[in-house]
């Protein structure tokens, strides 16, 4: 324990907000409440500090990236993007670059973005392609990575071509996503996601399309993008637009393993922080701020219902304008607005739920560990019948774009985000100048952080 952390006690542990809980509000839901989402693991993970080299050093990039990037899970693309013989996806994390193809046969594979005779890299941008051709010296491969020639080969009697395959990394697929993982002697990605497949089945995101696809550059460190999407603290200061139909101080947070992690804030209530609202100001608040709420802009309340129950009948019925079934049929109100956010470890955060899914990704831009890619996704369930729409291309905002500027994203939700980016330059800059070189987390809203930090270090001590 730290020098300047004091000895807890159990009730300095279990501390939650006096608020009702998200438990409390499923005790109201009509419709049967999954289990996953009335598990409650009640983490606590220690109450040590964390170094700020842990963001600022060029030193530990590198074990990040040796230890991390070479080592995990990591969600490329869509499953669709990849769809048809031909289809290849370049996926570039730190220094390294990978290539994901679609076979002639139709089996995914994946390999190391990088030409075996003179190093250039092999595939410069994603698109379609009979073979896997080297610009530099046409030096060629099949999709499959099988060697099928090059110029002049009676200058290569030494190279065995039944040995010159291109090296692959593995290659899987959960939820309509690819993920690869340069370790090839890793886990497999379902023994690695742990809970998550079960928790999802209900929800199908293999079944949506991305709608959505926004990325910018942020000057921080990736962790420090990546920690403000894995916690609710900071609404109350950073986000106070959103209090009058957000519970953010009684988000519930859980940890399975070392790979999964979840934050649920209840949205159609206010704020403990809040006071003297009406059910009418939450809904007057709400109506038509992002992706996730339902229109129209503008509603009453009927008499005995609630804002959130009012939420969720109009989530139901916009749903039922392009699909079979009625969510108020079997869904609760929580899977038909709330933010219910996982994370798999280290850097992918999809929501879950019957509605359009925001997912975030953060990763380092390219090699320099003091800027991020950060990305916005959002998937949605294709429309009972419908034609599936093609994925978009990812839009990468200019250096002085805004996130409220991308008309995908619209000015609410994006003002939400460009509120998150405001921060980030601000906390790379202010870990310069922590006197004593830590940083303080809280016990229960910020374990997801601690959590994260702590999986780092079990890549890096070599405990995973």
Same mark, same amino acid.
């Given at each position: 324990?730290? $020098?300047?952390?004091?000895?807890?006690?159990?009730?300095?542990?279990?501390?939650?907000?006096?608020?009702?809980?998200?438990?409390?509000?499923?005790?109201?839901?009509?419709?049967?409440?999954?289990?996953?989402?009335?598990?409650?693991?009640?983490?606590?993970?220690?109450?040590?500090?964390?170094?700020?080299?842990?963001?600022?050093?060029?030193?530990?990039?590198?074990?990040?990236?040796?230890?991390?990037?070479?080592?995990?899970?990591?969600?490329?693309?869509?499953?669709?993007?990849?769809?048809?013989?031909?289809?290849?996806?370049?996926?570039?994390? $730190?220094?390294?670059?990978?290539?994901?193809?679609?076979?002639?046969?139709?089996?995914?594979?994946?390999?190391?973005?990088?030409?075996?005779?003179?190093?250039?890299?092999?595939?410069?941008?994603?698109?379609?392609?009979?073979?896997?051709?080297?610009?530099?010296?046409?030096?060629?491969?099949?999709?499959?990575?099988?060697?099928?020639?090059?110029?002049?080969?009676?200058?290569?009697?030494?190279?065995?071509?039944?040995?010159?395959?291109?090296?692959?990394?593995?290659?899987?697929?959960?939820?309509?996503?690819?993920?690869?993982?340069?370790?090839?002697?890793?886990?497999?990605?379902?023994?690695?996601?742990?809970?998550?497949?079960?928790?999802?089945?209900?929800?199908k995101p293999e079944n949506a399309y991305k709608m959505i696809h926004v990325e910018?550059?942020?000057?921080?460190?990736?962790?420090?993008?990546?920690?403000?999407?894995?916690?609710?603290?900071?609404?109350?200061?950073?986000?106070?637009?959103?209090?009058?139909?957000?519970?953010?101080?009684? @988000?519930?947070?859980?940890?399975?393993?070392?790979?999964?992690?979840?934050?649920?804030? $209840?949205?159609?209530?206010?704020?403990?922080h809040l006071k003297n609202l009406v059910d009418q100001d939450v809904v007057d608040?709400?109506?038509?701020?992002?992706?996730?709420?339902?229109?129209?802009?503008? $509603?009453?309340?009927?008499?005995?219902?609630?804002?959130?129950?009012?939420?969720?009948?109009?989530?139901?019925?916009?749903?039922?304008?392009?699909?079979?079934?009625?969510?108020?049929?079997?869904?609760?109100? @929580?899977?038909?607005?709330?933010?219910?956010?996982?994370?798999?470890?280290?850097?992918?955060?999809?929501?879950?739920?019957?509605?359009?899914?925001?997912?975030?990704?953060?990763?380092?831009?390219?090699?320099?560990?003091?800027?991020?890619?950060?990305?916005?996704?959002?998937?949605?369930?294709?429309?009972?019948?419908?034609?599936?729409?093609?994925?978009?291309?990812?839009?990468?905002?200019?250096?002085?774009?805004?996130?409220?500027?991308?008309?995908?994203?619209?000015?609410?939700?994006?003002?939400?985000?460009?509120?998150?980016?405001?921060?980030?330059?601000?906390?790379?800059?202010?870990?310069?100048?922590?006197?004593?070189?830590?940083?303080?987390?809280?016990?229960?809203?910020?374990?997801?952080?601690?959590?994260?930090?702590?999986?780092?270090?079990?890549?890096?001590?070599?405990?995973?």
């Open positions: 324990m730290d $020098a300047n952390t004091k000895t807890l006690t159990a009730e300095h542990i279990a501390a939650r907000s006096p608020g009702p809980s998200y438990q409390d509000l499923l005790d109201k839901e009509v419709n049967p409440v999954p289990d996953s989402l009335r598990e409650n693991t009640n983490p606590y993970l220690g109450s040590d500090n964390l170094s700020v080299d842990r963001y600022l050093s060029r030193e530990f990039h590198e074990l990040e990236v040796e230890h991390i990037w070479k080592r995990t899970w990591q969600a490329v693309c869509r499953v669709t993007e990849v769809g048809e013989p031909g289809d290849t996806f370049v996926y570039d994390i $730190a220094t390294m670059s990978i290539v994901v193809t679609r076979t002639e046969q139709g089996t995914l594979k994946a390999f190391k973005n990088a030409c075996l005779h003179r190093g250039r890299q092999l595939v410069d941008k994603t698109g379609n392609y009979k073979d896997l051709r080297c610009p530099y010296h046409a030096f060629t491969w099949s999709l499959d990575g099988e060697f099928k020639g090059a110029p002049c080969k009676w200058d290569f009697p030494h190279l065995d071509e039944d040995q010159f395959g291109l090296p692959e990394v593995l290659v899987d697929t959960w939820g309509g996503w690819v993920f690869i993982n340069m370790d090839r002697n890793s886990q497999s990605l379902h023994d690695y996601l742990g809970v998550l497949p079960a928790h999802f089945e209900r929800w910018k550059v942020i000057p921080c460190n990736w962790k420090v993008g990546w920690e403000a999407f894995i916690e609710s603290y900071h609404a109350v200061a950073t986000h106070p637009q959103i209090l009058p139909y957000t519970d953010d101080a009684d @988000s519930q947070y859980d940890v399975w393993g070392p790979h999964i992690s979840r934050t649920i804030t $209840a949205l159609g209530v206010p704020s403990f608040t709400m109506l038509g701020v992002s992706p996730m709420v339902a229109r129209p802009t503008e $509603a009453e309340v009927p008499a005995g219902m609630t804002a959130r129950e009012f939420i969720g009948q109009l989530n139901a019925d916009e749903f039922s304008k392009n699909h079979d079934t009625r969510l108020d049929t079997f869904a609760t109100n @929580s899977e038909r607005m709330d933010s219910i956010l996982y994370s798999i470890f280290p850097n992918f955060a999809p929501w879950a739920g019957f509605h359009p899914n925001i997912t975030y990704r953060f990763r380092p831009n390219g090699d320099d560990h003091t800027s991020a890619l950060m990305e916005i996704i959002v998937i949605c369930q294709l429309a009972s019948d419908a034609e599936r729409p093609k994925d978009v291309p990812v839009r990468r905002l200019g250096d002085n774009e805004l996130f409220s500027q991308a008309p995908e994203l619209g000015e609410s939700l994006g003002t939400i985000f460009d509120q998150d980016l405001f921060n980030m330059p601000m906390i790379q800059k202010g870990m310069n100048n922590v006197e004593s070189r830590e940083l303080i987390l809280a016990n229960y809203h910020e374990v997801r952080i601690r959590h994260f930090h702590q999986t780092i270090d079990k890549y890096i001590n070599g405990e995973l």
